[in-house]
């Protein structure tokens, strides 16, 4: 049994990480910003007041924990604030695990699938006819993982989704990759956020992608 700390626990992705460590019987704590009223009671469920863009926030959670796990994502309807908002979250994480110093757990972030190499060889943000929002958050979550591959002192993992995901059936089945898209036998890259959630919870329980991207797929 883990000790986690989930930042956006009332999110898409974060409320399903939140549902899956639960049932597994793990103790988290939901770090949560004025929305602790989403979330319901549970016997391994604490809730915490907490800033992900705060370093000494960030600190005084770390410290108590296995592992911080953050499902942030900063909304979807200002490409441009989104992208400064991942880079910051990813910074306050890394920057407060160096407070705590060499004991500090690893942390799990959850990412974005736009700097993935497709089939082609290129990557899914160059997809021609991209909106221009979804362009824009595509490359913060990329400009926070470039962030992340120079931090050789802070245990991370970066977790990109399928090209598709959205809510949907808990299978308990996927496929893993790294640097590429997971592409099915239908041609498609997809996931639900439901076995997602599955894998994200998997590597928090057997960790395999220290320092590293991975990416899910079925």
């Given amino acids: 049994m883990a000790k986690i700390a989930l930042f956006g626990a009332t999110g898409t992705f974060g409320s399903r990480i939140l549902k899956e460590a639960l049932s597994r019987g793990h103790e988290v704590?939901?770090?949560v910003y004025g929305d602790a009223d989403k979330l319901e009671a549970h016997a391994n469920l604490t809730?915490?007041?907490?800033?992900?863009?705060?370093?000494k926030s960030v600190a005084e959670i770390a410290g108590k924990v296995d592992t911080v796990a953050s499902a942030v994502g900063g909304g979807y309807t200002d490409g441009v604030a989104h992208a400064?908002?991942?880079?910051?979250?990813?910074?306050?994480?890394?920057?407060?695990?160096?407070?705590?110093?060499?004991?500090?757990?690893?942390?799990?972030?959850?990412?974005?699938?736009?700097?993935?190499?497709?089939?082609?060889?290129?990557?899914?943000?160059?997809?021609?006819?991209?909106?221009?929002?979804?362009?824009?958050?595509?490359?913060?979550?990329?400009?926070?993982?470039?962030?992340?591959?120079?931090?050789?002192?802070v245990k991370w993992t970066h977790f990109a989704p399928a090209a598709?995901?959205?809510?949907?059936?808990?299978?308990?089945?996927?496929?893993?990759?790294?640097?590429?898209?997971?592409?099915?036998?239908?041609?498609?890259s997809r996931i639900s956020a439901e076995d997602y959630a599955v894998a994200f919870v998997d590597e928090i329980e057997t960790p395999k992608h220290i320092q590293k991207r991975f990416t899910v797929g079925y």
């Fill in 84 to 153: 400064k908002f991942v880079r910051a979250a990813a910074e306050s994480l890394v920057g407060g695990l160096r407070l705590v110093g060499a004991d500090a757990p690893r942390f799990i972030s959850i990412g974005g699938a736009g700097s993935l190499r497709t089939p082609d060889g290129n990557r899914v943000w160059d997809t021609p006819g991209l909106p221009e929002l979804v362009t824009q958050v595509m490359h913060g979550q990329g400009d926070a993982y470039e962030y992340l591959t120079t931090v050789t002192d």
């Fill in 47 to 55: 809730i915490s007041e907490g800033n992900i863009l705060d370093e």
């Fill in 164 to 188: 598709q995901i959205e809510p949907g059936e808990r299978t308990g089945s996927y496929r893993l990759g790294l640097d590429d898209l997971v592409i099915g036998e239908d041609g498609q």
């Fill in 29 to 31: 704590t939901a770090i």
